[in-house]
């Protein structure tokens, strides 16, 4: 009587490891991410009216944690121009960073404390605390704790070429 064993691939995230379905959902949590956040700067960048966040900044989040912050940003003038462009610049960077799987956790770093000030902004939580900026959030941090860009992504290709022991930098950023 012979048996087979069933073999898995597994992908190696450092200390973790994940089978074949997880790493592939990784990839597709980071695609999706990407995409949305890629297309939510690029929309910003070349649409119709440049982007201003000063509305929003001054009026919109008085249910804030952050209010004072916010209206002290928007009342500015070179923080608020700041803002205006690297809202917009950093969606595109950050999405695309994760579209091609590129210093994944970096991005995933600043997608995720762009999703604290737009959950924190948006402190309507009369239907509770979960909402999209939250679940947004997750993803973030969710493709960055497990490096989701060594799968078929950039960072797969540089983890191949240097050994990620030896450089404890290199390691952390993919």
């Given at each position: 009587m012979s048996t087979t064993a069933a073999t898995e691939t597994r992908f190696d995230f450092g200390t973790h490891r994940v089978g074949n379905v997880g790493a592939y959902w990784l990839v597709a949590l980071r695609?999706?991410?990407g995409w949305w956040f890629l297309q939510a700067g690029v929309t910003k960048l070349i649409g119709p009216e440049p982007f201003a966040a000063g509305g929003w900044l001054a009026n919109a989040t008085g249910a804030s944690p952050l209010h004072g912050l916010f209206v002290w940003v928007a009342?500015?003038?070179w923080l608020l121009a700041f803002t205006d462009v690297a809202i917009p610049v950093g969606e595109?960077?950050?999405g695309l960073g994760l579209?091609?799987?590129a210093l994944t956790r970096l991005a995933a770093l600043f997608g995720g404390l762009l999703m604290?000030?737009?959950y924190l902004g948006n402190a309507d939580w009369a239907h509770g605390y979960v909402n999209g900026d939250l679940l947004g959030l997750v993803a973030f941090v969710t493709v960055g704790v497990f490096a989701a860009g060594r799968v078929l992504g950039v960072d797969g290709l540089l983890a191949e070429r240097f050994d990620l022991r030896e450089d404890g930098l290199l390691r952390y950023l993919l």
């Open positions: 695609l999706i991410t009342n500015t003038p595109a960077l950050i579209v091609v799987g604290v000030l737009f």
